[in-house]
């Protein structure tokens, strides 16, 4: 038995219609990115597209770098899958909008606790993303921020299934972390040591029905908070999806912990496993990156994986496990 004070696990088999991320490997509109992706220097920058084509320039004026790729991610996942409006908007971050955060805080400071303008504040709140998309789009329909330390993104995925169980045909989900350099100073405090933090921004749609515009399905996502061991949070993740282990052809890890990638390597062959900590750099909705990865894999790597499981262990309290799976599978 696996001793957790938080589990949820919800088996959900749905279609990633679109798929988008702007990162720090070439992943935007670049099928195949799983490939050619390198290891991240140390000095590595966001890749960022032409965000005019995207948003206008007034608005891009007044947008942070994490909104400036959020939005643009989300809007190029609604015209890949040939929707205008969905059903659901649907965020996952672990620290929100750091730079207006920032902004915020030092204005605050310098005016001795005074009257400011409010304008930081408002695009400093976790849930900031999700609200600009709804303006954006004039969207009124259910609208969520999930702030789950390191498992922000599982806890959107899993609300976006939920949200398709009641009936809402297709979901826009994703996650979004941002780097400021303050963030080096206490990286500690936060449960990371000597780590390579970065920014990113990863969206899908996800879908009840394998339409044209599917690219793979996912299986199960499951997160567990305060497991005691890594392999038996596996074991019984895989239970529950009835998968066995050697049908999985490819195994996504993040760890900071030399016994946890110790215990991913016992269970499978370590031929199967990716440290994919490597490509994403570190911040809290990374996992997101990694499902992007695995989607773009499953269609492009030279083996052809059937079925890929993400390992989420970047904060050693925290496991998220998502089973991903070709449409031919």
């Known amino acids: 038995?696996?001793?957790?004070?938080?589990?949820?696990?919800?088996?959900?088999?749905?279609?990633?219609?679109?798929?988008?991320?702007?990162?720090?490997?070439?992943?935007?509109?670049?099928?195949g990115f799983s490939e050619?992706?390198?290891?991240?220097?140390?000095?590595?920058?966001?890749?960022?597209?032409?965000?005019?084509?995207?948003?206008?320039?007034?608005?891009?004026?007044?947008?942070?770098?994490?909104?400036r790729t959020a939005v643009t991610c989300s809007l190029d996942c609604l015209m890949q899958a040939g929707i205008e409006q969905p059903d659901a908007i649907i965020v996952g971050t672990g620290l929100g909008c750091l730079v207006?955060?920032?902004?915020?805080?030092?204005?605050?400071?310098?005016?001795?606790?005074?009257?400011?303008?409010?304008?930081?504040?408002?695009?400093?709140?976790?849930?900031?993303?999700?609200?600009?998309?709804?303006?954006?789009l004039g969207n009124h329909n259910y609208n969520m921020t999930h702030t789950q330390n390191t498992l922000s993104f599982e806890h959107a995925l899993q609300d976006a299934a939920l949200c398709i169980e009641e009936g809402n045909e297709h979901v826009l989900v994703g996650g979004a972390d941002e780097h400021i350099s303050l963030l080096n100073d206490v990286v500690g405090k936060l449960g990371f040591e000597n780590l390579h933090m970065t920014s990113a921004a990863s969206f899908f749609i996800l879908s009840k029905?394998?339409?044209?515009?599917?690219?793979?399905?996912?299986?199960?996502?499951?997160?567990?908070?305060?497991?005691?061991?890594?392999?038996?949070?596996?074991?019984?993740?895989?239970?529950?999806?009835?998968?066995?282990?050697?049908?999985?052809?490819?195994?996504?890890?993040?760890?900071?912990?030399?016994?946890?990638?110790?215990?991913?390597?016992?269970?499978?062959?370590?031929?199967?496993?990716?440290?994919?900590?490597?490509?994403?750099?570190?911040?809290?909705t990374n996992s997101a990156f990694a499902l992007h990865f695995a989607i773009d894999s499953l269609k492009h790597h030279h083996h052809k994986p059937k079925r890929i499981l993400i390992c989420n262990h970047l904060h050693k309290n925290h496991i998220g496990l998502t089973l991903v799976e070709s449409l031919e599978a």
């Open 1 to 31: 038995s696996i001793s957790v004070d938080t589990t949820v696990c919800i088996s959900f088999a749905y279609f990633i219609t679109a798929a988008s991320s702007i990162t720090h490997q070439l992943s935007f509109k670049n099928e």
């Open 36 to 67: 050619s992706s390198l290891e991240l220097p140390s000095d590595s920058l966001i890749l960022s597209p032409n965000f005019k084509e995207y948003i206008s320039p007034n608005n891009i004026r007044r947008m942070s770098e994490i909104l």
């Open 100 to 136: 207006e955060t920032e902004k915020f805080l030092e204005n605050f400071i310098a005016n001795e606790e005074g009257l400011i303008s409010p304008t930081a504040f408002i695009q400093s709140t976790h849930n900031t993303v999700g609200g600009q998309l709804s303006i954006l």
């Open 209 to 284: 029905s394998n339409n044209e515009k599917a690219i793979a399905k996912i299986i199960d996502c499951g997160s567990y908070a305060f497991a005691e061991s890594f392999a038996d949070a596996i074991n019984s993740f895989l239970a529950q999806t009835k998968i066995k282990k050697d049908e999985i052809d490819l195994i996504l890890f993040s760890s900071l912990d030399a016994q946890s990638e110790k215990e991913i390597k016992t269970l499978f062959p370590e031929s199967k496993t990716l440290d994919y900590l490597k490509y994403s750099g570190t911040y809290f």
